[in-house]
């Protein structure tokens, strides 16, 4: 009984203390619990103000009230090639007058992102830069792609075998290999490839760069001749597709990224250089049947195919008949074209690039090829070769152009090599004979772009009170605003640069551009 009463007491009291414990560890626990809550509510806050700034950082708008312009320049009759000149502040904006000269950038309105600008590395560019000393090899890729010393050049356009600007005919396979199995690109080994590394190493990053064919080889087209126009034979649209597979893959091989590629270079062009025709079906049905699927079953369904590749006049006609199909709309990415369909004595169609932007807005537009034709020596230095770049860039940005490519970046004295004596300038010539390099106007035209203007920017509405002036500006990723404004008048201009809510006022010297920075 005693025995009883003691255990009966000492399991009272264990159940006492239990209790206790359990009321102690719960008050505990909850309080850990809250603590917890607390501390991941207030985790959670911190990380919605973090985000929040960050989002506020992103989207805060430009102001331009405070900054000041650095502003470099460009004049014919000057010593001033993308030389530092005179800034500028903002201060408070005033009502614009009819008597007085504006052009007005409007932050709040953007646009397309911007891509890059660069130049051809073709057979020819990289024959001559082989026979240039060291020297003039190094300042020659500093002069294109590196920003602090050259113009910064982000973009990289190559040939799928040979062009006009070659020293003769070739392609990589041997004659009437309809496998491929001959299939070798040690022809560019001994200069296109070099060239194409030198230029990203010097740009310290990796380069956009995309290849575009001339011609198939003779055996596949029904002209059985690589050199003027003909069509691909139908029994090798299969191959022909096979083939840009293959040199992608090589080129990757040799450690050279490539972004994408162009159906065809001037598919309308009957050249007596490489050509060969595509109708805009023709096109559209290769792109839908053969090429597309080919990339997609090799893997490559990330590589970007550009339709067109050819001049603004019948760019409508083109993107209508493939980007209508969605079977072969899917495939493309977008189109490219040239600056040369003023050869009937005509102006260049800028309207025709706003109509296709603005028809298709989820297709981007990209320039890949202008240079001014018929070499001749004497006109090294003619100012109006390098307006037309000017003209011509500022237009095909404002109407929607994501990238701008040069065609070669270098030529001899002559204008070569060219196996067809189809003799251009380059923005930069190297004179073997006297062994210098050459910069035309045209070089420090495209630079006023390329060297401020980065990837990833985006444009912003801008607009000109009188037309003597063209402009264009983009926002870069790192805040920066650049405004290019070009003078194509006989007169020195006063001119007033409106951001939002400030002004401030600037001068521009006759036929000069300028880049203002701020």
């Not at 029904?222 to 691909?232: I, Q, R």
């Not at 162009?262 to 050249?271: G, I, S």
């Not at 390098?386 to 095909?396: L, W």
């Amino acid at each position: 009984m005693r025995e009883r009463k003691k255990k009966g007491i000492v399991l009272a009291f264990k159940n006492t203390h239990f209790r206790r414990f359990n009321i102690l560890f719960g008050k505990l626990a909850d309080q850990i619990k809250y603590s917890m809550k607390k501390n991941v509510v207030s985790a959670l806050l911190v990380m919605a103000c973090f985000a929040g700034f960050a989002q506020d950082s992103k989207n805060k708008p430009f102001v331009a009230s405070g900054k000041k312009i650095k502003v470099f320049t460009t004049a014919e009759n000057t010593s001033l090639r993308l030389s530092p000149t005179s800034g500028s502040e903002f201060r408070p904006a005033k009502q614009p007058l009819e008597n007085e000269v504006s052009v007005f950038v409007n932050p709040d309105k953007q646009f397309q992102t911007f891509m890059g600008i660069g130049g051809a590395i073709t057979d020819a560019s990289a024959e001559v830069f082989a026979k240039l000393s060291k020297q003039q090899q190094k300042e020659f890729l500093d002069a294109y792609y590196s920003r602090e010393k050259g113009i910064g050049y982000s973009l990289i356009r190559t040939t799928i075998h040979s062009s006009d600007f070659s020293s003769e005919s070739y392609t990589y396979v041997n004659e009437n290999d309809k496998e491929l199995k001959s299939f070798s690109i040690d022809h560019d080994k001994k200069y296109k490839i070099p060239l194409i590394k030198d230029a990203m190493k010097t740009a310290g990053k990796e380069m956009t760069l995309y290849a575009s064919p001339w011609s198939p080889p003779a055996f596949m087209k029904d002209t059985k001749s690589m050199l003027k126009g003909g069509k691909l034979a139908p029994e090798f649209y299969q191959p022909w597709a096979n083939y840009y597979v293959k040199f992608i893959q090589a080129y990757e091989k040799e450690g050279i990224p490539i972004w994408g590629i162009t159906v065809q270079n001037e598919p309308m062009a009957t050249q007596t250089w490489e050509s060969c025709i595509f109708t805009a079906e023709e096109e559209r049905d290769f792109l839908k049947k053969y090429l597309g699927p080919t990339m997609q079953k090799n893997g490559l369904e990330n590589k970007k195919i550009v339709v067109w590749d050819h001049n603004r006049d019948l760019m409508v006609q083109r993107a209508n008949t493939i980007y209508s199909d969605p079977e072969a709309s899917k495939y493309a990415w977008g189109m490219g074209f040239h600056w040369y369909e003023t050869w009937n004595g005509g102006k260049p169609m800028f309207d025709n690039v706003k109509l296709v932007a603005d028809s298709f807005p989820d297709k981007k537009l990209m320039f890949t090829e202008g240079c001014i034709e018929a070499f001749n020596p004497a006109r090294y230095q003619f100012w109006a070769n390098a307006e037309r770049y000017g003209i011509n860039m500022i237009n095909d940005f404002n109407n929607g152009t994501v990238a701008w490519t040069d065609w070669n970046i270098l030529l001899d004295e002559k204008g070569g090599p060219n196996h067809v004596s189809n003799f251009c300038f380059a923005p930069i010539h190297g004179d073997l004979t006297a062994g210098k390099l050459i910069y035309t106007p045209s070089y420090y035209y495209i630079g006023h772009f390329s060297k401020f203007i980065r990837p990833e920017a985006k444009r912003v509405s801008t607009a000109a009170s009188r037309s003597q002036l063209l402009s264009t500006t983009f926002l870069n990723t790192n805040g920066e605003m650049v405004t290019v404004v070009m003078n194509q008048s006989d007169n020195e201009i006063k001119y007033k640069l409106f951001v939002g809510n400030s002004e401030s006022e600037l001068t521009i010297p006759a036929h000069a551009i300028q880049t203002l920075v701020y």
